[in-house]
């Protein structure tokens, strides 16, 4: 078992902390988010401590915070040659965190959702992959990528989750308009998606493509419906907000 640190338990630190105490890890967090942090610690048998104090007792310290705070707080910290760290903070390069966390040298980068504490996670990660596989895996898949340009393209990837809901929310939002029954239209709105999704094979390239085609053939409403968007410029919309979010994390 490891002796884990969080500096910052905040939306995405608190689920990270439940995760890794449940896997019987020694967690210590800080104190703010003070309502998270005190609940981690009744119910999830966590330590709170100052950011120094994170530091001292933890050997992996993952660093949970805003990237435009991120400076002010840790630059004054004293780090450990040895120490894992950690960063889900979108577009913070390594080379930020080297600054910022002189002289700790081993950098691992991912950008995880909270889902992450049920598992299914797909983990993208630079840096330590092994590391993290050993924190996270079996439950969250790890997938080791090779440089920063190929996270920043995963992280406008993840960033693509919220554009999607939004999407089906217009489904649900219009089928509610056509039944009356808003509770009844987002259960089978995203069950449908949910399901479909749970039992699609998610091996090899085209699997996407080829469900889609299972559905969409010839003379249906589905062919009707992917003819459509893709005519109404969805995808390039789609595509453009993609390049302009990896755009900004790459600079
Ligand atoms: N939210 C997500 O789903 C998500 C997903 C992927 C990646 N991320 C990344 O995760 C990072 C954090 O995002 P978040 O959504 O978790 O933000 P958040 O909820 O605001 O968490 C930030 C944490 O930093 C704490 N903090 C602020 N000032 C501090 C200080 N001086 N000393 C110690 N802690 C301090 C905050 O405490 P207070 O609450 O007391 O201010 C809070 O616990 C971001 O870099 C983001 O890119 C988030």
Not at 48 to 62: E, H, K, R, W, Y
Request: charged share 20%.
């Amino acid at each position: 078992m490891s002796r884990i640190g969080l500096i910052g338990t905040g939306h995405i630190g608190g689920p990270i902390a439940r995760f890794l105490a449940a896997k019987g890890h020694e967690i210590l967090v800080t104190e703010r988010s003070s309502k998270v942090s005190a609940r981690l610690a009744k119910e999830n048998g966590v330590k709170i401590g100052s950011p120094q104090a994170v530091l001292d007792g933890s050997d992996i310290v993952f660093l949970c915070l805003r990237p435009q705070a991120a400076d002010a707080i840790l630059r004054p910290l004293v780090f450990r040659p040895d120490h894992q760290i950690v960063s889900v903070m979108a577009g913070v390069s390594q080379d930020r965190l080297a600054r910022m966390c002189h002289p700790a040298r081993d950098f691992t980068q991912f950008v995880p959702l909270g889902f992450l504490e049920k598992g299914g996670f797909p983990t993208a990660a630079f840096g330590n992959p092994r590391m993290l596989a050993a924190l996270f895996e079996p439950e969250n898949p790890v997938i080791a990528l090779k440089d920063e340009g190929e996270l920043n393209a995963h992280m406008a990837a993840c960033s693509s989750v919220p554009g999607i809901l939004d999407l089906l929310g217009t489904v649900s939002g219009w089928l509610a308009e056509q039944t009356g029954n808003g509770e009844k239209a987002e259960f089978y709105t995203s069950q449908l998606l949910a399901g479909f999704l749970a039992t699609m094979d998610k091996t090899g390239a085209g699997q996407l493509a080829a469900a889609r085609d299972e559905l969409a053939t010839e003379g249906t409403y589905s062919l009707n419906m992917t003819t459509i968007l893709r005519n109404k410029g969805a995808h390039d919309a789609l595509r453009e907000a993609l390049t302009e979010n990896k755009t900004r994390m790459d600079t």
